[in-house]
């Protein structure tokens, strides 16, 4: 109950930037040069990629001993939906799945392994390239939400609004097919105190408020336009 709840926040904030991010993008076309989309630009794209997550530490309690709570570096994978809303800028969906451990180490002491955890992101935003031929650069920003799941019994899981930043490229060998590499910053925010990944015996991971939770993605992929 209180994750659904948690997640429908999420999504009420994310729609409420992506139509302020719409309005900004449209304000910026509206000064810009009209451009006409040519056949070299599909309006639907699809891209699934695969590459290596890093990072994600952040500072806990646990059973009453403080230190760092760190998701371990591992490879992860994903796709992105576009859809071109004008000449240069597409509207995007954003789904990435890393399979990792979650290791805490006490203040000045051992690292150990809590538990195995999938971390996938779900994000909506937008992408503004820099057209160049069948070479495409381009960056992009969006936001929505971050689902922890421990894989361990009696584990609860967690979700956090996140928002992330990415810069990249899109090569087409054809007119549809093309290649895409990127990197994403990865972002989830700790908006207050309180424990997490709670389950029958309490909550025995606690953390506070204000914090962020930092990841970066390098990947790379096929891209198909429709």
């Not at 909506?124 to 031929?133: A, T």
């Not at 908006?191 to 606690?206: A, L, N, P, Q, V």
Request: hydrophobic fraction near 40%.
């Amino acid at each position: 109950m209180h994750a659904s709840f948690r997640l429908t926040g999420v999504l009420a904030g994310a729609a409420v930037f992506v139509a302020g991010l719409s309005t900004s993008l449209e304000a910026q076309y509206r000064s810009a040069r009209p451009v006409n989309r040519t056949a070299s630009e599909p309006r639907f794209e699809i891209a699934v990629f695969g590459g290596y997550q890093f990072g994600g530490k952040w500072d806990v309690v646990v059973n009453n001993q403080p230190g760092t709570l760190d998701i371990a570096d591992h490879g992860s994978y994903g796709m992105a939906f576009d859809v071109r809303v004008r000449p240069g800028v597409l509207t995007e969906f954003l789904y990435i799945r890393q399979p990792t451990t979650l290791y805490f180490q006490p203040f000045g002491g051992v690292r150990n392994e809590v538990f195995p955890m999938h971390v996938a992101y779900y994000q909506l935003g937008g992408l503004y390239e820099v057209p160049q031929g069948r070479f495409r650069p381009f960056g992009g920003l969006g936001v929505g939400g971050t689902h922890f799941n421990p894989k361990e019994a009696g584990r609860g899981s967690e979700w956090r609004f996140s928002t992330n930043v990415s810069v990249g490229f899109r090569a087409f060998v054809t007119e549809r097919v093309g290649l895409r590499g990127q990197f994403h910053l990865l972002i989830p925010f700790q908006w207050s105190g309180g424990g997490m990944f709670c389950g029958g015996g309490g909550c025995s991971i606690g953390v506070s408020g204000g914090s962020a939770i930092v990841q970066g993605m390098v990947s790379g992929g096929i891209v198909i336009g429709l």
